[in-house]
C-alpha cells in the first residue's frame, strides 16, 4: 500500500511525540559532546589508509588522533539503502529502503512508516542539528522530517524527480552522442541510444563555485553559529565527491602522475567463474579503455578524493577556530565504495566485491578515545554509526540492529562482538537477489540469479578464486542415493565452511525480517536451505 506524503510525516511525527528515545540518568547532567559528520560519496574504504597511494594529508593527520576501523562495510552497494542504515541502524530488510529511490521500480520509495533515526533522539535531547548537502534517504523524506531543523540540500532537494521524468525528454532530443560516435573519445564508454559516459575529467570552474565547496561552506557557517550557542550540536555535512564521472580541479589532478599509477592487483581478472552479469558490465563497457586511461582514470578518482581531503581540513579548521575540538566527536565514513578499477570494474553495483562495501571509517574524540592513533580491525557495520552517537550523547536508543562502537574507543574488546558482517541487495532497476555473508576467513555470496561464489579468504585475499562456480569436470548432479552435500560439490573441509557460512546467512535473515526467500523449488537456489538452522534450533527444543 502506497502511502503519501503527509501521512508519511504524520506517522514520523507521532514516533517523535511517543518519546522513542532516553536519556541514560548519569549522562543527564554530563556535558554532551558536539558530533561533527562528513560524508563524501562512494569512497573506497583502502584510499584512507596511510600507505595508500591516494594523497589525503588531513585525514592522515585526523587517524593519527584517533580510531581508524579497517574492516566498516555496507549493507549494500548503493547510496539510498546504506544511507538509510546509518541514520537509523537497521538493515534494509528493517527499513524497508532496498533501491535508490528515485527510480521508478523501487520496491519503498520511503522507509518505513514508525522508524526512528538518530537525529531525532539527540533533538529530544536538546541539541542543536544542522545537515548540509546529499540526503538521498527517501523520495519525499527530507532531514527537517527527521529532527534536522537547520537544512541546506544544496541541489539535493526532495522530492527527488524519477529517473523517467528525469532523462525521457533527453533521450527524444536528437543528439550525436545518442548515435554510433566515429571515434572514441579518451575516457569515454560509447553506450548507442543512451548516451556516452564521460569516465573522467577537468572541472573548469574554481572551487569555490563547486557545489562541494559550497556545501562545506554552509557546513562551516552552521557549525560557527551552533558553536556560540549555549547547547550541545550535530553537524553533518554529505559531499558527491568521488562519486563518478571522476572531475576534479586541475590542481588536484596535477597531484598523480598516470604513468605511475598501479593498476589493481586483481585488474586482469577476466572473472570467467564470477556471475555473468559481471563478465558483461566489463565486456559492454569498460573493457574499452585500455590501460593507460584506466590509469588516468584511477588517477583523477584519487584527484576527486584529494579534493575532499582538503574539504575536510577545512572543516577541522573552522572547528578548532571555536575551541570545541575536545568535546567534538567527529566521524569521517562513506555510503558504500567504488571498484576503481578492481576486477576492471568501476563504480558500484551487483559486482559483490569488497572494494565496493569496505568503507572508511575513521574517528576522534580527544575527551572520549583512549589511547588514540590505533587500527582496529573488528568488524563494523554502517548499521553502528546511529547506536554509537545516540550513545556518546548519553542516549539510549530504541532498538537497532547495529551495535555501539564506544568500548572500541575506550580501548575494550567487547565480548560478543559480531565474527561475520552481512549486506543485502535487491539490485536498482536491475533486481538482482544477492546476500553476501563474510567473516575473517571465508565469503560466501548466494546469488539468486547466478551461480554463487565463496573465497577462502586466506589464501585468496583478492577474490581471483571462485570455489562455488562449477568447474568443467564436475559430474552431473545425479544424486544417486547420495545427499551428502549439495551441488556443486565441493572439498569436505570447503563444504563444511559453506554451510557454517549459509547457516550464519539464514539466522541473520530471520533475526533481521528478510523474508525475501521463498521455498518452491524452482527459485530455492540457495545450496542449503534454512532447515539446517531454523529446523535443527526447532527440533531441539
Same mark, same amino acid.
Given at each position: 500500500?502506497?502511502?503519501?506524503?503527509?501521512?508519511?510525516?504524520?506517522?514520523?511525527?507521532?514516533?517523535?511525540?511517543?518519546?522513542?528515545?532516553?536519556?541514560?540518568?548519569?549522562?543527564?547532567?554530563?556535558?554532551?559532546?558536539?558530533? $561533527?559528520?562528513?560524508?563524501?560519496?562512494?569512497?573506497?574504504?583502502?584510499?584512507?589508509?596511510?600507505?595508500?597511494?591516494?594523497?589525503?594529508?588531513?585525514?592522515?593527520?585526523?587517524?593519527?588522533?584517533?580510531?581508524?576501523?579497517?574492516?566498516?562495510?555496507?549493507?549494500?552497494?548503493? @547510496? @539510498?539503502?546504506? *544511507?538509510?542504515?546509518?541514520?537509523?541502524?537497521?538493515?534494509?530488510?528493517?527499513?524497508?529502503?532496498?533501491?535508490?529511490?528515485?527510480?521508478?521500480?523501487?520496491?519503498?520509495?520511503?522507509?518505513?512508516?514508525?522508524?526512528?533515526?538518530?537525529?531525532?533522539?539527540?533533538?529530544?535531547?536538546?541539541? %542543536?542539528?544542522?545537515?548540509?548537502?546529499?540526503?538521498?534517504?527517501?523520495?519525499?523524506?527530507?532531514?527537517?522530517?527527521?529532527?534536522?531543523?537547520?537544512?541546506?540540500?544544496?541541489?539535493?532537494?526532495?522530492?527527488?524527480?524519477?529517473?523517467?521524468?528525469?532523462?525521457?525528454?533527453?533521450?527524444?532530443?536528437?543528439?550525436?552522442?545518442?548515435?554510433?560516435?566515429?571515434?572514441?573519445?579518451?575516457?569515454?564508454?560509447?553506450?548507442?541510444?543512451?548516451?556516452?559516459?564521460?569516465?573522467?575529467?577537468?572541472?573548469?570552474?574554481?572551487?569555490?563555485?563547486?557545489?562541494?565547496?559550497?556545501?562545506? *561552506?554552509?557546513?562551516?557557517?552552521?557549525?560557527?553559529?551552533?558553536?556560540?550557542?549555549?547547547?550541545?550540536? @550535530?553537524?553533518?555535512?554529505?559531499?558527491?565527491?568521488?562519486?563518478?564521472?571522476?572531475?576534479?580541479?586541475?590542481?588536484?589532478?596535477?597531484?598523480?602522475?598516470?604513468?605511475?599509477?598501479?593498476?589493481?592487483?586483481?585488474?586482469?581478472?577476466?572473472?570467467?567463474?564470477?556471475?555473468?552479469?559481471?563478465?558483461?558490465?566489463?565486456?559492454?563497457?569498460?573493457?574499452?579503455?585500455?590501460?593507460?586511461?584506466?590509469?588516468?582514470?584511477?588517477?583523477?578518482?584519487?584527484?576527486?578524493?584529494?579534493?575532499?581531503?582538503?574539504?575536510?581540513?577545512?572543516?577541522?579548521?573552522?572547528?578548532?577556530?571555536?575551541?570545541?575540538?575536545?568535546?567534538?566527536?567527529?566521524?569521517?565514513?562513506?555510503?558504500?565504495?567504488?571498484?576503481?578499477?578492481?576486477?576492471?570494474?568501476?563504480?558500484?553495483?551487483?559486482?559483490?566485491?569488497?572494494?565496493?562495501?569496505?568503507?572508511? @571509517?575513521?574517528?576522534?574524540?580527544?575527551?572520549?578515545?583512549?589511547?588514540?592513533?590505533?587500527?582496529?580491525?573488528?568488524?563494523?557495520?554502517?548499521?553502528?554509526?546511529?547506536?554509537?552517537?545516540?550513545?556518546?550523547?548519553?542516549?539510549?536508543?530504541?532498538?537497532?540492529?547495529?551495535?555501539?562502537?564506544?568500548?572500541?574507543?575506550?580501548?575494550?574488546?567487547?565480548?560478543?562482538?559480531?565474527?561475520?558482517?552481512?549486506?543485502? $541487495?535487491?539490485?536498482?532497476?536491475?533486481?538482482?537477489?544477492? *546476500?553476501?555473508?563474510?567473516?575473517?576467513?571465508?565469503?560466501?555470496?548466494?546469488?539468486?540469479?547466478?551461480?554463487?561464489?565463496?573465497?577462502?579468504?586466506?589464501?585468496?585475499?583478492?577474490?581471483?578464486?571462485?570455489?562455488?562456480?562449477?568447474?568443467?569436470?564436475?559430474?552431473?548432479?545425479?544424486?544417486?542415493?547420495?545427499?551428502?552435500?549439495?551441488?556443486?560439490?565441493?572439498?569436505?573441509? $570447503?563444504?563444511?565452511?559453506?554451510? %557454517?557460512?549459509?547457516?550464519?546467512?539464514?539466522?541473520?535473515?530471520?533475526?533481521?525480517?528478510?523474508?525475501?526467500?521463498?521455498?518452491?523449488?524452482?527459485?530455492?537456489?540457495?545450496?542449503?536451505?534454512?532447515?539446517?538452522?531454523?529446523?535443527?534450533?526447532?527440533?531441539?527444543?
Amino acid at each position: 500500500m502506497m502511502i503519501n506524503r503527509r501521512e508519511f510525516v504524520a506517522g514520523l511525527s507521532a514516533c517523535t511525540a511517543t518519546g522513542m528515545f532516553a536519556q541514560n540518568r548519569s549522562e543527564q547532567t554530563a556535558e554532551k559532546p558536539n558530533i $561533527l559528520i562528513f560524508m563524501p560519496d562512494q569512497q573506497q574504504g583502502a584510499t584512507v589508509l596511510p600507505e595508500h597511494p591516494c594523497l589525503t594529508p588531513n585525514l592522515d593527520r585526523f587517524a593519527r588522533e584517533g580510531l581508524l576501523f579497517t574492516d566498516a562495510y555496507c549493507p549494500a552497494p548503493h @547510496c @539510498c539503502p546504506s *544511507r538509510a542504515s546509518f541514520f537509523t541502524g537497521l538493515y534494509p530488510s528493517e527499513h524497508g529502503v532496498f533501491n535508490n529511490v528515485d527510480t521508478d521500480t523501487a520496491i519503498h520509495l520511503e522507509p518505513k512508516p514508525g522508524i526512528s533515526y538518530f537525529s531525532q533522539g539527540l533533538r529530544e535531547a536538546g541539541y %542543536n542539528l544542522a545537515y548540509s548537502g546529499k540526503w538521498h534517504v527517501g523520495h519525499t523524506l527530507r532531514p527537517q522530517d527527521v529532527g534536522w531543523n537547520n537544512v541546506n540540500a544544496n541541489g539535493h532537494e526532495t522530492p527527488l524527480p524519477l529517473d523517467t521524468d528525469r532523462k525521457e525528454s533527453r533521450w527524444r532530443r536528437p543528439h550525436a552522442q545518442f548515435m554510433h560516435p566515429e571515434q572514441r573519445r579518451p575516457g569515454e564508454l560509447v553506450r548507442p541510444g543512451w548516451g556516452n559516459q564521460q569516465m573522467y575529467g577537468v572541472r573548469r570552474k574554481p572551487l569555490e563555485e563547486q557545489r562541494d565547496f559550497q556545501i562545506v *561552506r554552509d557546513g562551516v557557517n552552521a557549525l560557527k553559529n551552533m558553536a556560540a550557542q549555549q547547547k550541545p550540536w @550535530c553537524l553533518m555535512v554529505s559531499n558527491d565527491g568521488g562519486h563518478d564521472p571522476y572531475d576534479a580541479p586541475q590542481r588536484f589532478i596535477d597531484l598523480y602522475d598516470p604513468r605511475r599509477i598501479q593498476l589493481p592487483a586483481n585488474f586482469r581478472d577476466r572473472m570467467r567463474d564470477k556471475p555473468h552479469i559481471y563478465q558483461r558490465m566489463r565486456l559492454q563497457y569498460f573493457d574499452q579503455m585500455p590501460d593507460d586511461e584506466v590509469k588516468a582514470c584511477i588517477a583523477h578518482y584519487y584527484a576527486l578524493l584529494s579534493m575532499q581531503d582538503e574539504l575536510f581540513g577545512n572543516l577541522l579548521q573552522a572547528l578548532e577556530a571555536t575551541g570545541q575540538k575536545e568535546n567534538t566527536l567527529v566521524i569521517y565514513c562513506s555510503d558504500h565504495g567504488d571498484y576503481a578499477g578492481a576486477h576492471g570494474l568501476w563504480a558500484k553495483g551487483v559486482p559483490a566485491f569488497r572494494e565496493a562495501y569496505n568503507i572508511p @571509517c575513521v574517528v576522534r574524540w580527544p575527551k572520549g578515545i583512549r589511547n588514540p592513533g590505533r587500527r582496529v580491525d573488528a568488524f563494523v557495520s554502517t548499521t553502528d554509526f546511529a547506536p554509537t552517537i545516540l550513545a556518546a550523547a548519553g542516549i539510549e536508543a530504541p532498538r537497532m540492529s547495529g551495535h555501539s562502537l564506544l568500548p572500541w574507543f575506550a580501548d575494550e574488546t567487547p565480548s560478543g562482538w559480531r565474527d561475520a558482517v552481512f549486506s543485502q $541487495l535487491n539490485g536498482v532497476e536491475l533486481y538482482y537477489t544477492q *546476500r553476501i555473508v563474510l567473516t575473517k576467513n571465508f565469503k560466501y555470496v548466494y546469488n539468486g540469479f547466478d551461480f554463487d561464489e565463496m573465497y577462502d579468504l586466506t589464501t585468496d585475499p583478492l577474490e581471483m578464486n571462485n570455489l562455488a562456480f562449477p568447474r568443467e569436470d564436475f559430474p552431473p548432479n545425479r544424486n544417486e542415493g547420495n545427499a551428502s552435500q549439495p551441488w556443486p560439490p565441493l572439498e569436505p573441509h $570447503l563444504d563444511k565452511a559453506r554451510r %557454517n557460512l549459509l547457516a550464519k546467512m539464514w539466522t541473520f535473515a530471520e533475526a533481521h525480517q528478510d523474508q525475501i526467500f521463498n521455498s518452491y523449488f524452482t527459485v530455492a537456489m540457495a545450496p542449503y536451505g534454512p532447515g539446517i538452522v531454523l529446523g535443527a534450533e526447532r527440533s531441539s527444543r
